[in-house]
């Protein structure tokens, strides 16, 4: 199983990008999908979650500006950033629970990562 992200780029303030995360392999089914990021010299944070019940949650900071989404039938979580401000900045790491065909139990899988940059 492997995540790939995509969408990260340079953008100024106020700006607006769109994440996305494939998830590919042998899945037999994904439960909660989501995005953190980690800005540097910083640990790794909760952006956002969407459930497999499509409930969602969000951080404080990125709360009414940020929504996450996802596509079942692609395996795919998307992350729409609107309002982007400087203090965004970071590397955006997709997140997936994931049941594979050969294992008997959910495990948690992590995307390499996209940058993302806003300018001031």
């Known amino acids: 199983v492997q995540l790939q992200a995509s969408g990260g780029g340079l953008v100024q303030f106020g700006g607006s990008l769109r994440l996305s995360c494939a998830a590919s392999?042998?899945?037999?089914?994904?439960?909660?999908m989501g995005w953190y990021r980690q800005a540097p010299g910083k640990q790794r944070e909760l952006v956002a979650t969407?459930?497999?019940?499509?409930?969602?949650n969000y951080a404080d900071s990125v709360k009414g500006r940020f929504t996450i989404s996802r596509d079942n039938a692609k395996n795919t979580v998307y992350l729409q950033m609107n309002s982007l401000k400087p203090e965004d900045t970071a590397v955006y790491f997709c997140?997936?629970?994931?049941?594979?065909?050969?294992?008997?139990?959910?495990?948690?899988?992590w995307g390499r990562g996209t940058l993302v940059t806003v300018s001031s």
């Open positions: 997140n997936a629970v994931i049941k594979a065909y050969s294992y008997s139990h959910y495990g948690n899988y």
């Open positions: 969407v459930a497999s019940s499509d409930i969602t």
């Open positions: 392999g042998s899945i037999f089914s994904i439960n909660a």
